[in-house]
Structures are given as structure tokens and as C-alpha cells.
Antibody, heavy 125, light 108 residues
């Protein structure tokens, strides 16, 4: 069973960027469809974007297009999410999660499992 | 974008009671792409149900999912103390994943 371990708490200033990591155990990280989601304090879950193994690239939610970049490092089996132009409202817990995909297809199984433990990002001046 | 609306917002019940949580979609959702999660304070969500009605590995059989089209339900047959948490439904359609706003199941 794959495990996802995320990097630690970040405090950033408005206008700066944050890069959160997610280390995967098991197979190549690019064989997993790692997605990134966030949860603002007391709020629900929001999908930001995710890696599609068949495409070899990520797709992003329109809300975050141009501001978020999802990458990976095969040598360390680590996925990354970088969010730029940070605003106060980007303060949230950021999660990585695995979405399995049918082999050779852009179609996912349809759920996220497992999840990383979450990374708190606080944007403060 | 498909919007998921969960009801009620909060469910106040006692241990041993039955919980029925609703998730309504703004347009039809394939059952294949409907999942339910449980989240406790300070923890990541945990997958409970996928494919609208299939329990994930290790999930007790007091949890069950049903529904199709635009109306889906998560039922907890007899609440155990560890079941008091927030529950989210989630769908996937056209390369976009969305979640409901959550139902909090609290101890009465």
C-alpha cells in the first residue's frame, strides 16, 4: 500500500510562492496520479490539479490556472505543488492524494486513496 | 462544473442511532465516479465508499452507500463513538473533481 508523506508547515508573505512536497513509497511517483487539494480553515475540500500518468503532465482546475504548477522528481519519488502570487485567502491545509488511472487512459478510477497527512500553509504579512 | 449539495449540514444523533446523509448533484453523475470520505479534526480525509456503493478496504459494514443519477446517500446503520466526524461526497466529471460542502455528524 502506497504511503504519501508531505513536507512541513510553511509561513509565507503575500505575493511570494510556496512549494509543498509529497514523497511516495512504492513504485515510480509518475505512475501514480497524484492530485493536490486544499482545505481552508473550517471549510470543505477543493481540488487544485493533478498529474495524469498517460499524458505525462498535469491538469489544473480553472481557478488555479497560471498560478499553480505540479511537478515530480522520479529519482526521489516525490511530487511537488508550487503555488505563486500568494494571497491571504490561500492560507489552508494542502493535501496530496493518489488517484489511480486505468492503464493507458486519462480516465481515473474515481476516488482519492490514500492521502498525505496535510501541510499547513499560512500567508501572513 | 457539477455542484454537489450535502444535507443536512449538521446531524445530531446518539451512539447506536442510524445516520442518513444526502448528496445531491446539479446534474447526473456516473456512479463509478461518486465517492464518500470521513474526516476527523486534524486528519486527512479517509476513503469510505467508492463507485457509490462499494466499501473501501477495512471499512466496517455499518457504512453503506446507495443512489444514482443526481441523488446519493451514505448510511451509517448504528453509530459508534468513532463515527462522529465530517463526511464529504465527491464526484469526477470532464477532468474536474468536486466535493460537497460536508455533513457534520455530532453527538447529541
Amino acid at each position: 500500500q502506497v504511503q504519501l508523506v508531505q513536507s512541513g508547515t510553511e509561513v509565507k508573505k503575500p505575493g511570494s510562492s510556496v512549494k509543498v512536497s509529497c514523497k511516495a513509497s512504492g513504485r515510480s511517483v509518475n505512475s501514480y496520479g497524484i492530485s493536490w487539494l486544499r482545505q481552508a480553515p473550517g471549510q470543505g475540500l477543493e481540488w487544485m490539479g493533478g498529474f495524469i500518468p498517460m499524458l505525462g503532465t498535469a491538469k489544473y482546475a480553472q481557478k488555479f490556472q497560471g498560478r499553480v504548477t505540479i511537478t515530480s522528481d522520479e529519482s526521489t519519488s516525490t511530487a511537488y505543488m508550487e503555488l505563486g502570487s500568494l494571497r491571504f485567502e490561500d492560507s489552508a491545509v494542502y493535501f496530496c492524494a493518489k488517484a489511480s488511472y486505468y492503464y493507458g487512459s486519462e480516465t481515473p478510477y474515481g476516488w482519492f486513496d490514500p492521502w498525505g497527512q496535510g501541510t499547513l500553509v499560512t500567508v501572513s504579512s | 462544473e457539477i455542484v454537489l449539495t450535502q444535507s443536512p449540514g449538521t446531524l445530531s444523533l446518539s451512539p447506536g442511532e442510524r445516520a442518513t446523509l444526502s448528496c445531491r448533484a446539479s446534474q447526473s453523475v456516473s456512479s463509478t465516479f461518486l465517492a464518500w470520505y470521513q474526516q476527523k479534526p486534524g486528519q486527512a480525509p479517509r476513503l469510505l465508499i467508492f463507485g457509490a456503493s462499494t466499501r473501501a478496504a477495512g471499512i466496517p459494514d455499518r457504512f453503506s452507500g446507495s443512489g444514482s443519477g443526481t441523488d446519493f446517500t451514505l448510511t451509517i446503520s448504528r453509530l459508534e463513538p468513532e463515527d462522529f466526524a465530517v463526511y464529504y461526497c465527491q464526484q469526477y466529471d470532464s477532468s474536474l473533481w468536486t466535493f460537497g460542502q460536508g455533513t457534520k455528524v455530532e453527538i447529541k
